[in-house]
């Protein structure tokens, strides 16, 4: 029983309270980047799951066998290797997703996420928490990617995952697919999330 509430806190702690993009506000790039439609949002939040669920079953398995001198290139030299498999998978089975991520797929490589998971995390805790972790984590940020993504793309052209929602009338705010656009959502969820955090504790 024990063990389950340790899993169970692990795999929740990256949705809500450790969320990276909401709550830690690191590997911030992809949100601000590529957030301008949801299947963006969906793809990349995908990717970077398995990218993190991989590298940290294998980190973790090798913990005991990694120098601590060298640690840092061999965990980017595995997380390169599951980075690696995703691009090529995204650019044989999604061609049309590959190239709208672009770059940012081969990025994930120094996605400070991955990394601190791999650091803080992996190298520290056995396997099973490991993989706890790096679905919390990938599920947390993949929602926040989604989130912000969603109110871009409605906002700013109307659809949803390419679906017109808002009718021809809406005139959109083409502010909201460029860069100050991601600036202001992000910022704008970020603070939503503080104030309710900070509502949450005056009540208790």
Not at 8 to 31: D, F, H
Not at 32 to 48: E, K, P, R
Request: positive net charge; glycine residues 10%; charged residues 15%.
């Amino acid at each position: 029983m024990a063990f389950f509430e340790e899993f169970s806190r692990e795999l929740i702690k990256g949705i809500g309270k450790e969320n990276p993009t909401i709550r830690l506000v690191i590997g911030m790039c992809p949100p601000l980047a590529i957030s301008t439609s949801v299947l963006n949002g969906i793809g990349m939040g995908l990717a970077v799951i398995f990218v993190l669920l991989g590298s940290n079953i294998i980190i973790s398995l090798l913990r005991r066998y990694i120098p601590s001198k060298i640690r840092l290139p061999i965990f980017i030299g595995i997380i390169s290797t599951f980075v690696t498999i995703t691009d090529l998978c995204i650019e044989a089975y999604f061609p049309i997703l590959h190239k709208s991520l672009g770059i940012f797929i081969p990025l994930i490589v120094v996605n400070c996420i991955i990394l601190a998971r791999a650091e803080s995390f992996a190298s520290k805790n056995p396997v099973v928490l490991s993989i706890a972790d790096g679905i919390g984590m990938g599920i947390g940020f993949s929602l926040a990617l989604i989130l912000i993504s969603a109110v871009r793309e409605s906002l700013g052209q109307g659809t949803f995952a390419g679906y017109s929602i808002l009718g021809e009338k809406f005139d959109p705010a083409l502010v909201m697919v460029m860069a100050p656009g991601a600036f202001f959502v992000v910022g704008a969820i970020i603070a939503i999330f503080n104030y309710m955090e900070m509502k949450k504790r005056w009540k208790s």
